[in-house]
């Protein structure tokens, strides 16, 4: 845990702030449920007992999404958070098919977990909080623990190769974030989290989607992907 005890995601503040502006500070996170439920429904529907793995799970968000459409499904959700998994219980709870782990994605990526056998195991902005080197150790970890022909999703912040392009996708990001507060009526401190992703430790975690397939490949996926990119938010994956 001595990692993630540095980081602001182990202050119950942080965690909530997130989960309060959540909708706000990632203008494209329900077009990524979106296109998860699809992708679910299309490549992964109308077969019972379906298991699915959510790493760094924050409040369960996702995988209530992933659970209204297949209510027989089962899943696991990790985050090391304690914070975070108490959201999620309180999310999931009517939901009996849920396992909660209180974990870094880091020591998930030494130890593994078990059992394994996934069919969908997938990540919603918490990959790119890992250096980059260990990120490949958690891609190997993840495709070890599907199923065969079982599929991993990052949705995830990502740099593009060119700080002229880094500045039009912080523009985008904050016009993004200024509809979504004009939408929900509500107000967060945009400059505060774009300074936060900017910020030097933040930031030099961060990769380019050309690089983040590359690693998949390495670690043995097939069918790379990316599936969506928006300025600086993308939903990428692979195939064991
Ligand atoms: C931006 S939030 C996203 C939460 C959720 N996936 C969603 O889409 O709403 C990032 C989450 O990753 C978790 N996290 C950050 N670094 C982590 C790490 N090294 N190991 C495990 N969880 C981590 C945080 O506690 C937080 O819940």
């Not at 974030?177 to 936060?196: L, Q």
Request: glycine share 8%.
């Amino acid at each position: 845990m001595t990692d993630f005890n540095g980081t602001p995601w182990s202050r119950k503040d942080y965690a909530r702030r997130y989960v309060e502006a959540a909708d706000i500070i990632v203008p494209q996170r329900r077009v990524f449920l979106h296109l998860l439920v699809s992708f679910y429904r299309r490549f992964l529907g109308g077969k019972a007992g379906r298991r699915i793995l959510d790493l760094g799970c924050g409040d369960g968000f996702m995988t209530e999404g992933i659970l209204r459409a297949d209510p027989d499904a089962s899943a696991t959700l990790v985050d090391a958070s304690p914070e975070m998994i108490d959201r999620a219980k309180e999310r999931l709870k009517d939901f009996g098919n849920t396992r909660f782990v209180r974990s870094t994605l880091e020591e998930l990526a030494e130890k593994g977990i078990a059992p394994g056998g996934f069919d969908l195991a997938f990540s919603a902005l918490a990959i790119h909080h890992l250096e980059p080197s260990k990120k490949l150790d958690l891609f190997a970890c993840i495709h070890s623990h599907l199923a065969p022909g079982g599929f991993f999703i990052n949705m995830d912040d990502c740099i593009p190769p060119s700080d002229s392009l880094e500045d039009w996708y912080v523009d985008l990001w904050r016009e993004e974030m200024t509809e979504k507060e004009e939408e929900s009526g509500r107000k967060i401190d945009r400059e505060r989290f774009i300074r936060r992703h900017m910020e030097g430790e933040h930031h030099s975690r961060l990769e380019t989607i050309g690089a983040l397939l590359k690693k998949l490949e390495e670690a043995g996926y097939r069918e790379v992907e990316c599936y969506y990119k928006y300025g600086m938010f993308a939903m990428y994956g692979g195939r064991r």
